[in-house]
């Protein structure tokens, strides 16, 4: 073993509310020894996402929280420093559930390999990863879009928010868009092709989304909850389908909006007959990873997707991205790039 270190990044304190870098601590620890039959992996690219915010706090969820004095839950692209695996040789890429940290012993359970030929590692953690996946799951099982109907999709610039757009485009559906800030919904419109992108930082949402929605709306694919739930539901309609994905607004335990809108949420489910269905992506895994790889891949190769990413340099920068994405500072796929 060389005299390389490794560090890692542990939850060092469980939030009150908004995280706070106080709630993180870089430690720097021996690199890990290979364990028999198994792989050491060297962090190259991780992924920050919005579910991990969840994983800090101690209650029943989809997945253990994180302990306190643990590595934060992460995937990584990896590169494989040493194998004792048959199936792994030194030098191959893989996806890798390593956490926030420079070096991860793996027993091979788990991991996919990662062909840099079919396009750039990177995206593996976001357009033809995670936030690809559950993008494609979600809209195809769920949202169902249709030639001619409007679907809409809250933290439209962000990885999973983007892909939805573009492939409610494909799907011959309108596509209206709401994200955070100007340079954003440009990028929404202009870039990703939706037909319309509202700025939710600008006064009079409801009235604006009504506006570009003049049909109603057919599906939503629900990235935020709070307010901009708020001023979608009255839209909604008959027989909408509405992916719940994830409700960022919320994840701090403070709502954005201090209306409760259960009883109207709850009204409109019953007098139009809404689907309203959360899921977690590894529920479609088995019945439609491969067919959303094959057909993606090509989509993303010839630009006929488009994709964003924000990366910063430095495992020991990650806490500060991971806040930042929180509060909607991030453009584009949140990666840490922490070796080259």
């Not at 757009?165 to 870039?191: H, P, S, T, Y």
Request: glycine fraction near 12%.
């Amino acid at each position: 073993m060389s005299l390389e270190r490794a560090r890692q990044i542990v939850l060092a304190s469980r939030p009150q509310g908004r995280p706070s870098l106080a709630n993180f601590r870089l430690e720097e620890t021996a690199v890990p020894e290979i364990p028999r039959g198994g792989l050491l992996l060297r962090v190259l690219t991780l992924s920050l996402d919005p579910y991990m915010r969840g994983r800090m706090d101690d209650r029943k969820s989809y997945a253990k929280p994180v302990g306190v004095g643990d590595v934060m839950e992460g995937e990584s692209v990896a590169e494989v420093l040493e194998s004792d695996h048959p199936d792994y040789a030194k030098g191959e890429l893989v996806l890798a559930r390593t956490g926030w940290r420079t070096h991860a012993p793996s027993d091979g359970q788990g991991l996919r390999k990662v062909d840099p030929a079919l396009a750039p590692p990177s995206t593996r953690l976001g357009v033809l990863g995670m936030p690809g996946f559950t993008a494609y799951s979600g809209l195809k099982v769920i949202g169902r879009p249709r030639p001619g109907e409007t679907v809409v999709v809250a933290a439209a610039s962000g990885p999973v928010g983007s892909l939805v757009g573009q492939l409610a485009k494909m799907a011959g559906a309108r596509a209206v868009g709401i994200a955070g800030g100007a340079d954003k919904c440009r990028f929404v419109k202009e870039e990703l092709g939706f037909d319309e992108a509202l700025d939710h930082r600008e006064p009079g949402l409801p009235e604006r989304l009504a506006a570009a929605c003049p049909q109603g709306i057919d599906v939503y694919f629900e990235n935020v909850g709070g307010a901009v739930w708020q001023a979608v539901l009255p839209l909604l309609n008959r027989f909408a389908r509405v992916p719940v994905c994830g409700l960022i607004a919320q994840y701090n335990g403070v709502a954005d909006n201090p209306t409760d809108a259960l009883p109207a949420t709850m009204r409109a489910v019953l007098t139009k007959s809404l689907t309203l269905r959360g899921f977690i992506n590894y529920e479609f895994e088995a019945e439609h990873y491969g067919d959303f790889l094959r057909d993606l891949a090509p989509a993303v190769a010839d630009g006929r997707i488009r994709y964003r990413e924000d990366v910063t340099e430095g495992l020991e920068n990650a806490p500060a991205a991971f806040l930042g994405m929180l509060e909607g500072r991030n453009f584009g796929k949140v990666l840490v790039r922490v070796a080259s």
